[in-house]
């Protein structure tokens, strides 16, 4: 283990364990709750608390019909947890806001009032807890995962590919909560798009191939009249088994591109770079847009699948028409989205940078909480039309 990922984990564990103590200080301590309920709660939320930081290692040591079940219920709770946390701090500072008068006053506390403001506060944090979690496991779900079509105007297309459509799909994340059936089902929709092209943008997986290559079987029928091509995401590396990944996708017809790029019908280029963190994890692997764009036909437009949008920053600077990446989901649970921004340029949607434009995908499957709210699970259609100026 790393010294940078041990300071990672214990600054984990540490924040975790805090939000934990505040959760048992507002609904257990402050709502006065009995003695037999009190202890029992306070047993069960230590317990998630700890076991929390090794959902990860759990999820992928544990035999898969365990690790399903038992990674569900800890990431079920990260994501109510969160709520709570969220309504609870908002009710905290509208009570410190209108205690603000009294203590202008010098009027000592109120014991009662005290408490009955945590019971009213508290209760109605968690029947919104509940609520929002329930619409967010219900936003998860494949019945919510929605075709999003968005078209893209590029200067340089060729007018015999006017109107040509890339399917995007990105962060799927199979492992111990999606599984074979969740692949199924995004790999019917996708041709029944009847792409011409289709470009899986990273994250893939959480787990081996041994592990998981039944799980992601249904990939191997994905249909598109140019193929379907594979840029690594950041979790691809956190398996250890990237190369075998590669080596599989391959094997089942989906071509991977590493730093490189192809000519598409003669229309345009498809390039594909490694994940920005590659470089972090070993594996000869990493992040090399010039050399990827490298030699690159200057009347053709250049598409370049990469897992992050931060690499847009570079991209856009050296001339690549068009961006595609995940990464973010969107944020995938409002308010978290603010979380996101502060470690990622770009969040969701099509963006413009001078000649160059990113479009950023909230993810077709989910990280963590099994939930979604405010950030719906896409497959994107992509059309490409060409530009009038």
Known sequence: MSFHFSIFLTTTCLVV?????????????????????????????????LLLPASIPLGRLLPRPWAGPVTWILYTWLGLAFFLIVLLAAADAAKFLAGLPRMAQGLPPDPERRRFLALLSGGLAALGGFGLS??????????????????????????????????????????????????????????????DLVVLTGDLVDGTVAQLSDQTGPLQNLRAKDG???????????????????????????????NERVLIRGGFELAGT??????????????????????????????????????????????VDLQLSGHTHGGQIY??????????????????????????????????PPMRLGAPAEITEIELVRSQF
């Open 134 to 195: 329930a619409a967010g496991l219900w936003g998860a779900t494949a019945t919510a995962l929605e075709v999003k079509r968005v078209r893209v105007a590029l200067s340089k297309l060729p007018e015999a590919l006017q109107g040509y459509r890339i399917a995007q799909v990105t962060d799927l994340h199979v492992g111990p909560l999606l599984g074979r059936d969740f692949v199924q089902e995004v790999v019917r929709r996708v041709n029944a798009l009847t792409p």
């Open 274 to 319: 490694d994940d920005y963190s590659a470089r972090r994890w070993g594996h000869g692997h990493g992040e090399d847009i010039p050399k990827a764009l490298s030699g690159r036909d200057p009347d053709k437009p250049v598409i370049l699948m990469a897992h992050q949008p931060r690499s847009f920053i570079e991209a856009a600077g050296l001339g």
């Open 335 to 368: 308010p978290f989205t603010y979380v996101v921004a502060l470690f990622q340029p770009y969040i969701r949607g099509l963006y413009r940078q001078g000649p160059s434009q990113l479009y950023v995908s909230c993810g077709t499957g989910t990280w963590g």
């Open 17 to 49: 364990l805090c939000l934990h103590y505040y959760l048992w200080a507002r609904l257990i301590r402050d709502t006065g709750v009995p003695k037999p309920w009190r202890w029992g709660l306070t047993v069960l939320l230590s317990l998630l608390g």
């Open 228 to 258: 379907v091509f594979f840029v690594t995401g950041n979790h691809e590396y956190y398996t250890g088994d990237v190369d075998e990944w590669l080596a599989w996708l391959s094997g089942i017809g989906i071509r991977p591109l590493r």
